[in-house]
């Protein structure tokens, strides 16, 4: 996974997975372990000052992947009213998720390997565009796996400017981001940079998610950080912070609990 907004100057670090970009690192401690195998850094602005330790919170639905009672106030029914050309999903399941949808599967671009689902998303193709998300918590959860990916290459700015939120976070991002060095494709086996492991949907409503991405590192263990997306023009967007960050609160973690685990051959 490779996303931007917060590394520094023009040192080449736009080019790398984010989890080795500079700024990544939340403690010291994780820092000197990272730095042991290889120099293993983050992206994550410093407009962060919570005190998250990586782990949802169990006792709320959202974080433990239970399912919601009753459906949110305003939840959508599935129609392609308001939604881009040539998009249309279901969007009658407004539980959150407990587990991935039963049409899970694996999609490489570049060295990621990124969870789509046919009937929550993303349903159209074009290029590093992946769009048509399903208007619930599981289409908001592919969307924010599949739009933080695709901030390198030549068309990052087409990306940012259509599967962006509007506003000043946007803007700061693009800002950061066009003062960096070109990039260049990453090159490697499916996964060897990184594993999509799990998620946990902190919050969702029909406008807007949080959602937090567990990863693992090749043989070094798990990682996660948080993301948000909102619902504009139809479809899920990705929100950065008013600094152009897109994680925040990355930090290690023990281990799988509390997170709905991916499942289908990602290589994990």
């Given at each position: 996974?490779?996303?931007?907004?917060?590394?520094?100057?023009?040192?080449?670090?736009?080019?790398?997975?984010?989890?080795?970009?500079?700024?990544?690192?939340?403690?010291?401690?994780?820092l000197l372990s990272m730095l042991l195998v290889g120099g293993i850094v983050l992206l994550t602005g410093e407009d962060?000052?919570?005190?998250?330790?990586?782990?949802?919170e169990a006792s709320t639905p959202a974080a433990s992947g239970a399912p919601a009672s009753t459906p949110p106030a305003g939840a959508p029914s599935g129609s392609t009213e308001g939604r881009p050309a040539g998009c249309s999903t279901?969007?009658?399941?407004?539980?959150?998720?407990?587990?991935?949808?039963?049409?899970?599967?694996?999609?490489?671009?570049?060295?990621?390997?990124?969870?789509?689902?046919e009937t929550a998303g993303p349903r159209k193709y074009d290029g590093p565009l992946w769009s048509c998300y399903a208007h619930t918590p599981m289409g908001a959860v592919l969307a924010a796996h599949s739009i933080s990916t695709h901030f390198t290459g030549p068309r990052w700015r087409e990306v940012a400017e259509q599967?962006?939120?509007?506003?000043?976070?946007?803007?700061?991002?693009?800002?950061?981001?066009g003062a960096q060095a070109a990039d260049q494709t990453e090159k490697g086996?499916?996964?060897?940079?990184?594993t999509y492991v799990g998620f946990s949907v902190l919050s969702y409503s029909p406008t807007q998610a949080t959602v937090m991405?567990?990863?693992?590192?090749?043989?070094?263990?798990?990682?996660s950080g948080t993301t948000s997306v909102v619902w504009e023009d139809g479809?899920?967007?990705?929100?950065?912070?008013?600094?152009?960050?897109?994680?925040?609160?990355?930090?290690?973690?023990?281990?799988?609990?509390?997170?709905?685990?991916?499942?289908?051959g990602n290589g994990s």
């Amino acid at each position: 996974m490779r996303t931007s907004g917060g590394s520094r100057g023009n040192s080449g670090e736009w080019e790398k997975p984010f989890w080795q970009q500079r700024g990544w690192l939340v403690s010291a401690a994780f820092l000197l372990s990272m730095l042991l195998v290889g120099g293993i850094v983050l992206l994550t602005g410093e407009d962060s000052n919570n005190n998250n330790t990586g782990q949802p919170e169990a006792s709320t639905p959202a974080a433990s992947g239970a399912p919601a009672s009753t459906p949110p106030a305003g939840a959508p029914s599935g129609s392609t009213e308001g939604r881009p050309a040539g998009c249309s999903t279901n969007d009658s399941d407004q539980n959150v998720p407990k587990q991935g949808p039963a049409d899970l599967k694996w999609k490489q671009s570049d060295t990621d390997l990124l969870p789509v689902s046919e009937t929550a998303g993303p349903r159209k193709y074009d290029g590093p565009l992946w769009s048509c998300y399903a208007h619930t918590p599981m289409g908001a959860v592919l969307a924010a796996h599949s739009i933080s990916t695709h901030f390198t290459g030549p068309r990052w700015r087409e990306v940012a400017e259509q599967q962006m939120a509007r506003g000043a976070g946007r803007d700061e991002f693009i800002k950061r981001r066009g003062a960096q060095a070109a990039d260049q494709t990453e090159k490697g086996a499916p996964g060897s940079q990184g594993t999509y492991v799990g998620f946990s949907v902190l919050s969702y409503s029909p406008t807007q998610a949080t959602v937090m991405l567990l990863l693992q590192l090749p043989e070094k263990g798990y990682v996660s950080g948080t993301t948000s997306v909102v619902w504009e023009d139809g479809d899920w967007k990705l929100r950065p912070t008013l600094t152009g960050s897109l994680l925040e609160g990355m930090a290690p973690v023990d281990g799988t609990d509390g997170f709905v685990v991916w499942g289908g051959g990602n290589g994990s």
